[in-house]
């Protein structure tokens, strides 16, 4: 037993040494002596990589990036890196940890028909390039595609989602973010229960920069929201639903600066809301449903900067429908136009709605263009060529009424109130408004501007009537009684009888008002009066001949008193003041003037033109491409609005304002105000696809751009005709095979650049510290709109290569004792390495040596050429070795021959 110990200890001893004497072979470069090839030549590095070490710690760094390539990947052997990549995104997956970025390459990637993946991590999954994602067709696929769980975040980005027939596609119970996404050409499965809408949210999503075409749905085709849900920067195009065709929300949604255009729906072609929604900057065009086109709400919607163009529905609100009994709606800012269908209203209101500086434009339908059951506030909105072919121009109203400080311009067709129908209404009040050139139908129409039957308590003060045409009651026709009108204008309004006000109704009040020059077919004086216990008092020309049945009255028991009653119109002079404007290239600014007259009372009508340094703004907002001056109208003493500021501003120091007059008022002039339109300014975070790459791949240069004008930071870039993006290597521009600089296309901000890795190029910074070099990445942004200079830069790294050595014709003269002999050496890819590499040769494991120092040999770009040099005696030729040492690009190497031709 005791000598079985002592072989055992001998063994483990023995293999100990020879441990150690392999260690020590493997880490010297030249021979079996301990001396270093060259210690001091910076251009060399000793024999260990500390790229590796850089490489492993970034594989055991959080939100490592998981690679996946379906033309070169391997889920058995792959490794998820980008040299060694997975075949799956389901591989990908499944090997994931919290906080990994899976990456797709550029392909079409068919999933599973079992494909249901559950996320109980968080996660982000994106593309280089572009990546669709597909899936087996399956009959009554009852399954979501994607599933993310309570607690957790994930996030696509770059990817699309094509031709998916299932439950859904992405069923949200956490917090999913989905970016620069396009989802296309799938539906729900079925349309009844459960089955709602490709992307179902449950508690919190954000969807940016993405598209929805062709999707077809059950309540909300490309998405249904029950919690909160923010959609910017969006496209929905030519979706279907049973109800809302692109939206369908029952929580809290967002919507900004997006595009709903050709959807279709039973219910709500675009948004249908039952809870709480605002949308801003957002255009509904094209949208087609039986109730409601735009959207129809049921609890609270606020809506702000939005534009609805050609939408078409049946009945009541063709395009906003304010359907339920305490729905409240809020529109600002927004424009309604070329909306063309002859059916019903097409803003239609049940409860309370506002609408703030709105301009209504360009529209037709059967019934007013907005009707109102309920309460309904319009301020400082604008309503021109419109028409109608029911009861009431731009609004029939049925509830109560506040209307304040708007135009109504150009409605056309109405039979009973050109521009406002009250009928069974109650509390209203018409204050600080232009109605101008509204027709009722010169032949059977009643109240050119306004028709009043069966309302109570209705106030009319404070407005101007020019223009206006009916059979009966040129401005106004009343049949209801306690009716106010007061402190009015009436000019040149035109009426077979009551050329500005025709009067059926009782205990109603005609006071303060100003009559000019309004001409009827009846005859009689300016006030014809046919009712009992009328007062009539204090007014001025009151039995004038020249303009008879001014006022027509039928009705009993009131006033007509301090009215004026004119025959000819004088101009009246003006005072014009204009507004400073300042802003950025891009940004809307706004144009302001006020015009007074010489009471300094607001002016009503007539247009302003504005002028920058002394050149008129045209009808395109611009300084240039049209000859035609913009005209902007004044209302209530100002006339207001906005424009794009572009690069040809971009020196302007004044700005002036001419009001040109009207038949009441006399033009006049501003004087200077100060303008000042500045660059814009932007930032670029540089970046590529990978920090470390090898010599010889490509590396994938991104440049994204943000705006950051006025502090904020932004994505949306505002265009230039020749914008791009430039890059530099190391300091050196890239360039094309002519030696022209490479343009990079700026697309959604961003702009990228393949950049092919020279050969050769250093891993290292030098042969002593071995420093990872970090190569520098410089890109520079080029548009006018913006100011001069705009860059950053990033870096990467290059991992040197392997190589490979290949001995040729070794030839050892056993008579002289000279070696000859030819070396290749190469790269990873097999290329001729360039430039020198410093060599020992070895003969039987000894090096070659000058007394004690060693030999040392180069080669020239991958060749080395050994002729006739002397060599120690050897009674046998075993091996010949050749040994490299690192290079700021490559690795060190040795490779040994044994096939020796001895001559002699």
Wanted: with cysteine.
């Amino acid at each position: 037993m005791r000598n079985v110990n002592k072989i055992t200890l001998l063994l483990l001893l023995l293999v100990f040494i020879m441990g150690v004497v392999s260690a020590t072979d493997n880490s010297t470069a030249i021979s079996d002596d301990t001396s270093p090839v060259d210690s001091t030549d910076s251009s060399e590095v000793a024999n260990h990589n500390p790229i590796v070490k850089d490489d492993k710690s970034i594989k055991q760094a959080q939100n490592k990036e998981i690679i996946v390539n379906q033309r070169t990947g391997n889920d058995t052997t792959g490794l998820g890196t980008s040299d060694k990549p997975y075949r799956s995104l389901q591989k990908a997956i499944s090997v994931s940890a919290d906080n990994d970025k899976i990456v797709l390459s550029g392909d079409k990637y068919v999933l599973a028909a079992t494909t249901q993946d559950i996320f109980y991590k968080n996660i982000t999954i994106t593309s280089n390039d572009k990546t669709v994602l597909t899936r087996e067709s399956k009959a009554m696929d009852d399954s979501h595609v994607f599933q993310v769980a309570n607690g957790h975040r994930v996030t696509f980005s770059d990817i699309t989602f094509d031709r998916m027939s299932v439950k859904s596609i992405i069923s949200n119970h956490g917090n999913l973010s989905i970016k620069n996404c396009v989802f296309k050409n799938s539906n729900v499965i079925k349309y009844t229960g459960d089955y709602y809408a490709i992307i179902n949210n449950y508690q919190n999503m954000i969807v940016d920069n993405c598209s929805f075409i062709n999707i077809k749905g059950n309540t909300g085709s490309a998405l249904y929201n029950r919690q909160t849900l923010t959609v910017s920067n969006s496209n929905f195009q030519s979706n279907n639903a049973k109800n809302g065709s692109a939206i369908y929300n029952i929580g809290t949604l967002i919507v900004r600066n997006s595009k709903i255009t050709d959807n279709t729906a039973t219910d709500s072609g675009a948004i249908y809301n039952q809870k709480e929604l605002t949308v801003t900057d957002t255009i509904f065009k094209n949208n087609e449903a039986r109730a409601s086109a735009a959207i129809l709400n049921l609890q609270k919607a606020t809506i702000n900067n939005c534009e609805f163009n050609n939408n078409y529905a049946e009945g009541h609100g063709i395009i906003i429908y304010n359907r339920a009994n305490q729905a409240e709606l809020s529109i600002a800012n927004s424009l309604i136009t070329n909306n063309k269908f002859f059916e019903d209203s097409l803003i239609a209101n049940n409860y309370k709605t506002t609408i703030n500086n709105c301009s209504i434009t360009d529209n037709a339908c059967g019934d007013a263009i907005i009707y109102n059951k309920g309460t309904l506030t319009i301020v400082n909105s604008k309503t021109y060529n419109n028409e109608v072919l029911g009861w009431g121009g731009i609004i029939q109203s049925e509830g109560s009424l506040t209307a304040t400080n708007n135009l109504f311009k150009k409605s056309l067709g109405a039979y009973k109130g050109g521009a406002i129908c009250l009928y069974n209404s109650a509390n209203t009040v018409i204050s600080s408004n232009v109605f101008e050139s509204n027709n009722a139908n010169e032949y059977d129409g009643y109240g050119g501007a306004i028709s009043i039957e069966n309302a109570k308590n209705t106030t009319i003060r404070l407005n101007t009537f020019n223009n206006n045409l009916a059979n009966i009651g040129g401005a106004i026709y009343i049949n209801s009684s306690s009716v106010d009108v007061c402190y009015n204008k009436f000019i040149k309004n035109r009426a077979e009888s009551g050329s500005a006000i025709y009067n059926d109704g009782n205990n109603f009040k005609i006071r303060y008002n100003n009559f000019t020059a309004n001409p009827s077919s009846d005859v009689g004086y300016n006030v014809n009066n046919y009712g009992r216990g009328v007062t009539s008092s204090g007014n001025v020309n009151y039995y004038g001949t020249r303009y008879p049945s001014t006022i027509e009255n039928n009705g009993n028991n009131g006033v007509i008193t301090n009215n004026r009653f004119e025959d000819s119109l004088k101009a009246v002079s003006t005072t014009t003041t204009v507004q400073a404007v300042s802003g950025f290239i891009g940004d809307r600014i706004t144009l302001k003037a006020t015009v007074k007259d010489n009471a300094n009372t607001n002016v009503e009508g007539g247009n302003v033109i504005f002028k920058l340094n002394g050149v008129t703004i045209k009808d395109n907002g611009k300084l240039t491409g049209s000859n035609n001056p913009l005209k902007v109208y004044v209302s209530n003493g100002v006339a207001t609005t906005t424009i794009t500021a572009d690069i040809s501003m971009k020196s302007i120091s004044q700005i002036t304002a001419s009001y040109v007059g009207s038949t009441l008022y006399a033009k006049s002039d501003s004087g200077q105000a100060k303008a000042q339109i500045k660059p814009r300014t932007a930032m670029i975070v540089v970046s590529s696809n990978v920090k470390t790459i090898k010599q010889g791949q490509t590396l994938i240069l991104k440049a994204q751009i943000y705006d950051t004008t006025g502090g904020t930071r932004s994505t949306n870039i505002v265009k230039y005709a020749d914008e791009f993006v430039y890059f530099k290597v190391n300091g050196i521009t890239l360039k094309d095979s002519k030696g022209n600089m490479l343009k990079a296309k700026i697309v959604n901000g961003v702009a990228t650049l393949n950049y092919i890795v020279p050969l050769g190029l250093s891993g290292v910074t030098d042969g002593k510290t071995m420093t990872p070099k970090n190569h520098s990445i410089l890109a520079g942004f080029y548009n006018k709109n913006y100011v001069e200079d705009i860059r950053n830069t990033s870096t990467f790294q290059v991992e040197r290569s392997n190589i490979t050595i290949t001995i040729a014709n070794a030839t050892v003269n056993n008579k002289t004792h000279k070696l000859s002999l030819t070396a290749t050496i190469k790269d990873y890819l097999g290329n001729i390495v360039a430039g020198p590499n410093k060599c020992v040769v070895k003969i039987n494991g000894v090096s070659l040596k000058n007394a004690t120092q060693p030999l040392y040999f180069y080669s020239t770009n991958g060749i080395l050429k050994i002729n006739n040099i002397d060599i120690p005696a050897y009674n046998n030729y075993k091996t010949i070795e050749i040994v490299t040492q690192d290079r700021l690009a490559y690795k060190s190497q040795r490779n040994t021959t044994t096939t020796i031709r001895v001559a002699n």
